[in-house]
Structures are given as C-alpha cells and as structure tokens.
C-alpha cells in the first residue's frame, strides 16, 4: 500500500482537480478523499458477482429438490450439510443466465455425485456442445457454463478431451431428454453432468430405463392443476478405476424419482441400478426407494410422503411399448419390497415408520416448499466398462480413487 502524507495528498488534489491552495483546506481534502473511497468500493463490487453459480449452502439452490429438500448420501451429504466442502462442490447449472437443475460435483474424483431435477414433460432434440462449470476453476468467474477448451487440462472437472477415443461414453445423469426447453435440454450437456459409462450400458438398459421412467412422469406425474410434475434425482457410486488417470470411472449408476399422480390419488416412486459394465440384463429391475436406502446408503427423499416399499411396475402394461418398460402383468397390484427384502424387524419398522397412516390431503403442488404433503426428488446415475467388487454396489462410497487390481 502507498501511504500518502497531507501535504503530498493536497498537491495530488489541487493539480488533479485544478483547485489552488486557497480553495482548500486539509478538512476538505479529506472530505473529498472520503468521497472517492467510497466511489471506488462501489465500482468494485459492481464487477465482483453477488451471486454464484457454485454455492456453499444447498439452501441456496434447493428449488430442484422436492419439498426443497436434498437427499442424504452417507459420508457426504448429510441433513442437508455438504461434509466436505473442499471436495464436494454444489452447482446450480446456469445457462444464459437461466438455472435449470442442480448437480453436487466431486471434485477429487472429477464426476457428478448426483443431479437433480424436477420433470415438468419434455421436447425432442439433441445438442452438440460439451460445456464446464468455470467457477470449479475460478471462484469469481461468470457463473454461466461455456464450452469446453481442449488446450485446457481442468484442475477441478472433467473437459471434453478427457472422454476422446476412451471407449466410453460420456453419460448424462440428468439425461437431455428429459428436458422441457432447448435451454434445459442444452444445459445437460456440461461435462459435471457426466460420467464415463460403458457405450453398451448407457445405449441399452439404462437408456431403456429412462424411456420407461419418461413414460410414466408424463401420463401419472400429473397434479392437480394439471401440470406435469415430478422430481428425479441420479447419481453414480465411484470405484477404484480411473479414465486416464484423471477421471473416476463409476461402479454404479442409480436414479429414482418421484411425483403425486391426481389420477391415481397416491404418490408414486421407484429407483433403478445397475453396474457400469458391458455384461447386462435387457431391463434394469426396479426397486424401491427403500431397497436403494439399504443396498447402496442413499436416502433420495427424506421426510417426504414418497412410498418406500412400493414401485410403478404395476403401471407399465398402460404404457405404449415404445416406452421401452418391462413387460408386467396388467393386473398386478403394486410391487412391494416387504416381502421379499431380507431386513431384521427393527430396521424394517424404520423404513415404514413415516407410512402408518393414509394420507387425507393431497397439494395442488409440490415445489411451493409449504406444503408438508409434498415429496422429495428424484435420482438417477451411471456406470462402466468393467468388473466391480461387491462393496462397490453395497453402498461404499470410496473418499478417493485407490490403485487396485480389477478381479477378473
């Protein structure tokens, strides 16, 4: 800092303003300097953001979670407290200045925790643009994702090179075609919306499961204004393998959703997962909410009314068959968990806990974040190309990529 005495101060001034010594005294000088500080703070907070597109509180961007409320990720997530800050980065995904859903980015092992959404129906298109989060790099940046630069190594994500001639796909977790507008839809298209997946599981299953999960948001996840309405989230569990040494290629992608349906006057839920590999089942199974819970420690919509001991299966024999869903029997009552799940008594009378009684009142709405009837979001997520260890689809989230030998 350059200190500056009366006397020098006053010459500044009185050339710099034109004034002669008689038209100032010391307390004017003073006064004026007082004045130009305070124009000078002004400009600089014009140029400063105010608000960011990476944020440190989930409150700050929990307009995408049902009833404003996130899930709980065991080690990471936790009541809404994100434990490790340094790592694991919130973003609301900003276009043109336009937030279109929210992405939790880890930014160790370079791929999405998870992202999150609400549906509210969809249009046809695909972009062609691969896009980063610039405030991963520079916390002053614009807020605004931009396409991604190849002559850049990126410290804190995944860029667009990193996925060339890898084999693998670049996964959507929030997929593009679930988007409502062009702005939605091209907003998937960052890379802290991606993760390595196997080309044969994305384009097959897991493709055939976000039809079929599509099908069902647009015919029952109607409420009762008559607005589409339901919340998705999707995330991925990291393994021990790596893209290029930079970027996690993910054991586990799941997802889950949920939504109140005013034509069947009930909340509607299920979850699907299934590993990152090329050997694979024509259909995911679906699940519940409550299976996803215990089998990977993922808790998608906490103190909401989203049923966690049944699915939607009972639903997919009224849905076209170019909604991709497994064939089920048209007369079959709603798939339950309880029967088949082998859970001891006092963890079953947990998960059942916040359904001992109906419900007698139904929102008009679920995002007005009042309303006590309302459920949480919904989540989805991917994996790849190789052989995983049964703790990576147990629920253990690995704190960082460990060298180890793939079994085989």
Sequence with gaps: MVNFNCASLNVI???????????????????LLKQLLLL???????????????????EKCNEFFLQQTPPNITRILERGKILNQNRYKLICQTLNDTRTFVTLYDTQNKIPVFSAAEFNGNISGRPDI????????????NPNMRPSNDSID???????????????????????????????????????????QIIKFNSGSWNKMEECIKCVLNKYCINNNGNIEGFVVIGAQPSNNSLNNRINIPSVLWSAFCCY???????????????????????????????????LKIEVFPKTKCPKNTTVTHLYSNL???????????????????????VSASSSSTYNSSFSSPETSVPLSTTSGKSTTAPMSTTIA???????????????????????????
């Design 13 to 31: 001034i009185y050339k710099g303003f034109g004034f002669s010594s008689d038209q100032m005294n010391q307390g004017a000088v003073m006064t």
């Design 40 to 58: 000078a703070a002004l400009l600089l907070l014009s140029i400063v953001p105010t608000e960011t597109e990476v944020v440190t509180s989930v």
């Design 130 to 141: 691969w896009m980063i989060e610039p405030q991963l790099e520079n916390t002053t940046d």
């Design 154 to 196: 990126y410290e804190n994500q995944a860029g667009n090179k990193d996925y060339k001639n890898t084999g693998f796909s670049r996964g959507h977790l929030f997929p593009n075609s679930y988007g409502s507008t062009d702005l939605k839809k091209n907003s998937t298209f960052t890379l802290t919306n991606i993760v390595p």
């Design 261 to 295: 349906s005013h034509s069947k006057n009930s909340w509607l839920s299920s979850a699907h997962w299934g590993n990152n590999t090329d050997h694979k089942p024509e259909h995911l199974k679906t699940r519940t909410l409550g299976k996803l819970h215990r089998e």
């Design 320 to 342: 076209p068959s170019n909604c991709s869903c497994p064939k089920t029997s048209s007369k079959s009552a709603p798939t339950t968990s309880t029967a088949t799940t082998s």
């Design 382 to 408: 991917s994996v790849k190309k190789f052989k995983v260890n049964e703790n990576d689809v147990k629920g253990k989230h690995f704190l960082g990529p460990k060298k180890k030998k793939i079994p085989t």
